[in-house]
């Protein structure tokens, strides 16, 4: 069974992993290790996680995804149907 754990110990994880951590909180979450199999496991996972996605080669966004000004608001919000696209500006269109 799968023991949560807390999202303030993902953090401190993660920051571990990018040696973000002062030394107290480093020696806490060392000492913590041994003692805590759930986190450990967590630990080599994020870090597998982690060399996963660095392991993989840059790729370009298929198109620029920035919004004009013009498009946030795309008219009368209220008139449209839940999912519906503004006119002219689909969400997912070359």
């Known amino acids: ?5 807390p ?3 993902l953090e401190s994880l993660s920051a571990y992993l990018d040696d973000q951590l002062n ?3 480093r020696a806490r979450l060392e000492a913590r290790l041994p003692l805590e199999p759930a ?7 994020l870090g597998l996680t982690r060399r996963a996605l660095r392991a993989q080669k840059p790729r370009r966004a298929p198109r620029n995804f ?12 209220p008139r449209r149907r839940p999912g519906s696209a503004c ?6 269109s070359d």
């Open 7 to 9: 999202p303030r110990d």
């Open 87 to 92: 006119q002219g500006h689909t969400p997912f």
């Open 39 to 45: 986190l450990r496991q967590m630990l080599e996972d």
């Open 1 to 5: 069974m799968n023991t949560p754990i």
């Open 23 to 25: 030394p107290g909180e």
């Open 66 to 77: 920035t919004l004009t000004p013009e498009m946030p608001g795309c008219g009368a919000a």
